[in-house]
């Protein structure tokens, strides 16, 4: 099945119907107005860039108000989570093989396959709104709402994750969409959703992955082969529609779906927030970089 996702990274993104200049970024959390949101789509980008988008506006996102970004990928790429060892999870010689990209998430969890997917990313200030506060499940729990109202509009009946079910596997540990942990979606009982977070002093991300077609026995092709290879489960219909549709009308829905549950007040804004230059530069100095990549 071909994606037709539109949207050519942060150079060519699709453009949105909603307005998306929006001005200069507000220097203190006292002039941030109390529900306001920020929804950001530029495409899709290669895998150090969107990491790299991702800790930048983690590290400036006391400035400014909550972003949700919502983003594809150019090709496929494996994320490595923060600590991982990306001995137990890749061989790069196959991943070269099969022109899949590696690299390392500033966020913790598990190893995914980043290929027919919707990711978001969720940045906020610590102390803008109830919600953002010093409890990991208070954040998880309105992220996962506004995505489950999302995925309803576009016909995909998720819902919260109602055990834990940790994978079994090597010592490496369960690959992502193999365990099943409280407030990360399912749908039909499948995982839909895999998340991960970090915090700093003064802001949280949070991050995760929407696959549309099966990847566990495809990332397991690109390792070390030293566990048995798992079963795709079946993803649900509704999941696998979501690939004939545009990447833009994918986010625009999710994003209008997110603001209806959380009650925000959402403006698309476009990459004249970003500052550029300090993103290229942790792109190729740190996400692009063996240094990080495979520190562990």
């Known amino acids: 099945m071909r994606t037709d996702w539109s ?12 307005p998306r200049k929006q001005g200069a970024p507000p220097r203190s959390l006292a002039s941030i107005p109390a529900g306001e949101w920020w929804f950001l789509y530029l495409g899709e980008g290669d895998a150090a860039w ?17 972003v949700l970004r919502l983003y594809g990928w150019k090709r496929p790429a494996v994320s490595l989570g923060r600590n991982e060892k990306w001995r137990d999870v890749v061989h790069l010689e196959r991943l070269a093989e099969h022109g899949v990209s590696l690299v390392r998430r500033p966020t913790g969890g598990r190893a995914v396959l980043h290929d027919q997917e919707i990711t978001y990313s969720v ?15 208070s954040a998880l729990s309105l992220v996962s709402r506004g995505l489950v109202r999302g995925l309803g509009r576009l016909g995909v009946p998720a819902e919260f994750s109602r055990r834990s079910s940790p994978g079994e596997g090597s010592p490496g540990g369960s690959l992502c969409f193999e365990s099943t942990t409280r407030y990360e979606l399912s749908v039909g009982g499948v995982k839909a959703v895999g998340s991960a977070q970090c915090r700093t002093e003064d802001a ?15 990332l397991w092709k690109l390792g070390p082969q030293t566990r048995s290879c798992p079963e795709d489960p079946d993803l649900p219909e ?7 549709r ?3 009308e994918l986010c625009t829905t999710l994003a209008a779906g997110f603001e209806e549950e959380t009650g925000c007040r959402g403006s698309w804004q ?5 500052d550029r230059s300090e993103i290229l530069a942790l792109a190729e100095c740190k996400y ?5 990549t495979l520190r562990r």
């Open 238 to 244: 509704g999941l696998l529609a979501l690939a004939d």
């Open 270 to 274: 476009g990459e004249e927030i970003l």
């Open 204 to 218: 949280f991300l949070q991050h995760g992955s929407i696959p549309v077609k099966a990847t566990l026995s495809a």
């Open 123 to 137: 940045t906020a200030p610590a102390g803008v709104a109830g919600a953002w506060s010093s409890r990991l499940e």
């Open 50 to 66: 969107n990491m790299a988008v991702d800790e930048w506006l983690l590290s400036t996102a006391a400035k400014r108000p909550p």
């Open 246 to 248: 545009p990447l833009d």
């Open 7 to 18: 949207g050519s990274g942060i150079a060519g993104a699709a453009e949105l119907s909603e």
């Open 288 to 292: 692009g970089s063996d240094g990080w």
